[in-house]
């Protein structure tokens, strides 16, 4: 038998809640900056990494960075309407179809190839970077088209204004892969061979293995917003963000009785089962159900049932203290990190943060005005 106890009418009130701590994106920028002793870019790419585009660069704008990076033209374009003067890297590159949009919005492309090489030197003849495989096999020249372009600098970088070198760690994650130091030693080649340029070779992970991965300028992202790169090691990175959502119901479901789609989950006695306002749609993976957990009060509950749309259901029964409806209960916060949410859902931290949901109440906390440049 399930006997409901009590409801609470699903208003504004009750819905899930996303708080963005951009004091904390300042702080983590910082922590970058000095842990590499040299410049600091923001990475600003997919909304910040789901945390909002104009926010998390506004508020590093207003701390000193100046420099940013996007991954998509769209995104520099949005990026360039609320930071006038910022430096933007477009990391596509200069697609044909881009090239008239990227001089418009006064846009610096990351370079990938000999052709957008030459197509963005003879339209633009303004300032690029040039990326260089070094053993990512993404993006950037391959070994082949680095030796071209050394043997041909004079002709091939002709009236462009090369502004940054720069290359991408495939293993920054693992501080003892032997791929991290034999990349910044094809790295270092590559930068011995062609015009003296800044350069530029770490994200967050790289920043984390030592000032040999700085070079001119370090490009955090995770960090920033406060996921940590290396899992194996404890976290530098202040939490930037909290998903919360209410309790609208508390009821005790008896044995045989199911919860949820599919009947997926039956309590072996009587459980106190509550039913929580927030759900997939609001950036919480449906993988979740059955195996997660969230916490209420720092303590930990663990989810029961599949996670729905808009609700997901938890067993309280364990709690000293039974909770209320209208409690908050948090999904990702100080209790359960990035990397923990991330690992119940099977992914990575990146893919947690990018998946939050515009529905989620977002509410940010600005950055203090003590200590700012």
Wanted: aromatic share 4%; glycine share 10%.
């Amino acid at each position: 038998m399930t006997t409901a106890r009590r409801t609470s009418t699903p208003a504004e009130s009750a819905a899930a809640r996303l708080e963005i701590d951009l004091g904390a994106v300042v702080a983590n920028w910082r922590t970058t900056a000095a842990v590499s002793h040299t410049k600091a870019a923001g990475v600003v790419k997919a909304d910040a990494y789901g945390v909002g585009l104009a926010q998390a660069a506004g508020a590093l704008a207003g701390a000193g960075c100046d420099t940013f990076f996007v991954a998509r033209l769209s995104e520099g374009v949005a990026l360039r309407s609320c930071q006038p003067k910022a430096r933007i890297y477009v990391l596509d590159g200069a697609l044909p179809d881009s090239v008239p949009a990227l001089i418009a919005h006064n846009l610096t492309p990351v370079l990938n190839s000999l052709a957008q090489i030459a197509a963005w030197q003879s339209t633009a003849r303004r300032d690029g970077a040039i990326h260089i495989d070094t053993g990512m096999n993404r993006l950037g020249l391959p070994p082949d088209e680095l030796a071209i372009l050394v043997a041909e600098s004079r002709t091939r970088l002709k009236g462009l204004n090369l502004v940054l070198l720069l290359s991408h760690l495939a293993c920054a994650d693992d501080p003892a892969h032997p791929m991290n130091p034999l990349q910044r030693d094809r790295f270092r080649a590559a930068l011995a061979m062609l015009p003296p340029t800044p350069a530029s070779l770490a994200s967050t992970g790289g920043v984390l293995l030592g000032r040999d991965y700085a070079f001119d300028l370090v490009r955090p992202g995770l960090g920033l917003y406060g996921g940590n790169p290396q899992p194996s090691r404890p976290n530098p990175f202040r939490r930037v963000v909290g998903l919360t959502g209410k309790i609208l119901q508390l009821a005790r479901v008896d044995a045989p009785h199911s919860v949820g789609y599919g009947a997926s989950y039956r309590p072996a006695q009587q459980t106190l089962v509550a039913t929580v306002a927030l759900g997939y749609a609001d950036g919480l993976m449906r993988v979740l159900g059955n195996r997660g957990n969230a916490a209420i009060g720092g303590a930990l509950v663990p989810i029961i049932g599949h996670v729905s749309m808009d609700m997901i259901t938890l067993d309280v029964s364990g709690l000293k203290t039974p909770p209320a409806v209208g409690d908050d209960v948090e999904f990702l916060g100080d209790t359960i990190s990035l990397e923990m949410l991330a690992a119940d859902c099977g992914t990575i931290s990146y893919e947690i943060l990018t998946s939050l949901s515009r529905r989620a109440q977002r509410h940010y906390q600005q950055p203090s005005t003590e200590g700012a440049r």
